[in-house]
């Protein structure tokens, strides 16, 4: 008959007893436990919101289908080669706020002046009958229309004026407010907004809420996103963070490899559809860039909600925006935030482009935008031929200045687009 001894004392009859576990799981435990909790609080969240009707499931919970995609896109972008841009100051120095500052100041007004040039040509050129770009000159008169409004009444903030710009309205914080009250948000883990002046304190509210807030640098000129959140940010610095310069003092940059599963995103506009949620944005084109480059990547889908916050002198009559003279890159909204109101779009306008549409990228734009590069050069190795480009255009003397921070200034950029390596068309440069 065999005998059981005690695993400690060896004291015969004894039941063995259990061993504990080793020193550097005392750690990780607990810590794994929050993050189930989490997780598994988010999760209910979000089934709740789901089964009222009120957001659509995350690419996890959308099927099997949407979930194959999103693993076969990225195990295809692991098996190609990255080049990620260093952010300024990652080299190991300081990073120079300051300097940053001057220099992206300094490039904005040259991409001001760029877009101040390319809207008067363009509205010349209709002016003389000539049929122009696709965008055509309807997109500047609205911006026009919407822009002197706001100097007029003095319905702005700095930075004035607010010609060529997304506009600092007076009443933002008011808006990002109503925003960050959306059941949407609450839901969100990940939420991308664009990195303009008057969504500042949406930026502010991603990172006060714990949520990983990912943001393009201005005009892509230093690379593509960078994200951030608050656990790595002195909470002294969150202000700061939602600025440009603290975007890349603090940010991490993603890079096409990194996986990320965005659930909500946030763009501005100049002026807006409220019923057809067709938006006009400053005429760079970089919300549909942005969109079209993060559904290539997987990270979004047709379901993933996008929303704008605007004054409501910036919501047009229903039709003043015309569905019908869009153009396929072009990204329409699912709500609509104001200081004094939500707007759920009854009746989107719009199909939101699938991807990045190569077709109608014009080399000159293309040579702008380094991650735009990037990209094209990976699919074309991925599929073993070349994608198509669109027609050349001539750009204003200004757009051919020397880039900085390697990525250029990109000012029209090609929005939107296809998809996969097919690219499917691609979107060009007046935009949004």
């Given at each position: 008959?065999r005998?059981?001894k005690c695993?400690?004392?060896?004291r015969?009859g004894?039941?063995p007893?259990?061993?504990p576990p080793p020193p550097?799981l005392l750690?990780?435990l607990p810590?794994?436990?929050r ?12 089934s709740k919101?789901v089964m009222?009707?009120?957001v ?8 099997p289908?949407?979930a ?5 896109r990225?195990r295809?972008?692991?098996?190609l080669?990255c ?7 990652s ?6 706020a ?6 992206r100041l300094?490039?904005d007004?040259a991409?001001?002046a760029v877009m101040r040039e390319?809207?008067?040509a363009?509205?010349?050129a209709?002016?003389a ?6 965008a055509?000159?309807w997109?500047?008169?609205i ?10 009444r003095?319905?702005a903030?700095f930075?004035?004026?607010?010609h ?9 914080v008011e808006?990002?407010?109503q925003?960050a009250?959306l059941?949407e948000?609450?839901?969100?883990a ?5 990195p303009?002046t008057p969504q500042?304190?949406?930026r ?7 949520k990983?807030?990912?943001?393009p640098?201005?005009?892509?000129r230093?690379?593509?996103f ?5 656990d790595?940010?002195p ?10 310069a603290?975007v890349v003092?603090?940010?991490k940059p993603l890079g096409l490899?990194d996986r990320?599963?965005?659930d909500?995103i ?10 057809t949620?067709?938006?006009l944005?400053?005429g760079?084109?970089?919300a549909?860039?942005e ?7 997987g990270?979004?889908?047709?379901s ?7 004054r409501?002198?910036q919501l047009?009559?229903g039709g003043?925006?015309?569905?019908a003279r ?7 909204v ?6 004094t109101q939500?707007?759920?779009v ?6 939101k482009?699938p991807?990045?549409l190569?077709?109608k990228l014009s080399?000159?734009?293309?040579s702008q ?12 190795v991925?599929?073993g031929?070349?994608l198509p480009t669109g027609p050349d255009?001539?750009?204003p ?9 390697g990525?250029g200034?990109g000012r029209g ?5 296809s998809?996969r390596g ?11």
């Amino acid at each position: 008959m065999r005998v059981l001894k005690c695993c400690f004392c060896r004291r015969p009859g004894a039941a063995p007893a259990a061993k504990p576990p080793p020193p550097f799981l005392l750690g990780v435990l607990p810590l794994l436990s929050r993050h189930l909790e989490r997780f598994s609080s988010a999760r209910n969240r979000e089934s709740k919101f789901v089964m009222q009707g009120i957001v659509q499931p995350s690419i996890p919970a959308r099927g099997p289908a949407a979930a194959a995609a999103a693993v076969r896109r990225r195990r295809r972008l692991r098996m190609l080669p990255c080049a990620a841009s260093a952010a300024p100051g990652s080299s190991g120095g300081a990073f120079d706020a300051a300097a940053y500052d001057r220099q992206r100041l300094a490039a904005d007004a040259a991409a001001m002046a760029v877009m101040r040039e390319r809207s008067e040509a363009e509205s010349s050129a209709e002016d003389a009958g000539s049929p122009g770009p696709p965008a055509g000159a309807w997109k500047w008169a609205i911006r026009k229309q919407i822009w002197d409004l706001l100097e007029e009444r003095d319905l702005a903030d700095f930075p004035r004026p607010v010609h060529h710009r997304i506009p600092n309205f007076k009443g933002a914080v008011e808006a990002a407010a109503q925003l960050a009250a959306l059941p949407e948000f609450a839901a969100a883990a990940v939420v991308k907004v664009n990195p303009d002046t008057p969504q500042k304190a949406v930026r502010h509210a991603v990172l006060r809420s714990g949520k990983t807030l990912l943001t393009p640098q201005p005009r892509l000129r230093t690379g593509f996103f960078s994200t951030l959140h608050a656990d790595a940010i002195p909470p002294d610095a969150l202000m700061e963070a939602c600025t440009s310069a603290g975007v890349v003092k603090y940010g991490k940059p993603l890079g096409l490899d990194d996986r990320v599963t965005v659930d909500m995103i946030v763009v501005g506009s100049v002026a807006v559809d409220p019923e057809t949620g067709c938006r006009l944005g400053k005429g760079e084109g970089f919300a549909e860039l942005e969109y079209g480059i993060l559904r290539w990547m997987g990270a979004i889908d047709d379901s993933t909600p996008v929303v704008t916050a605007v004054r409501d002198e910036q919501l047009l009559p229903g039709g003043a925006i015309p569905a019908a003279r869009m153009m396929p890159w072009d990204v329409c909204v699912d709500i609509v935030c104001t200081p004094t109101q939500v707007i759920r779009v009854p009746r989107p306008g719009l199909q939101k482009p699938p991807g990045i549409l190569w077709d109608k990228l014009s080399p000159q734009k293309l040579s702008q935008i380094k991650i735009l590069q990037d990209l094209k050069r990976r699919i074309e190795v991925e599929q073993g031929s070349p994608l198509p480009t669109g027609p050349d255009e001539v750009l204003p003397p200004l757009a051919s200045r020397g880039r900085r921070g390697g990525g250029g200034r990109g000012r029209g950029r090609g929005r939107g687009g296809s998809g996969r390596g097919g690219g499917r068309g691609n979107g060009r440069g007046s935009g949004g």
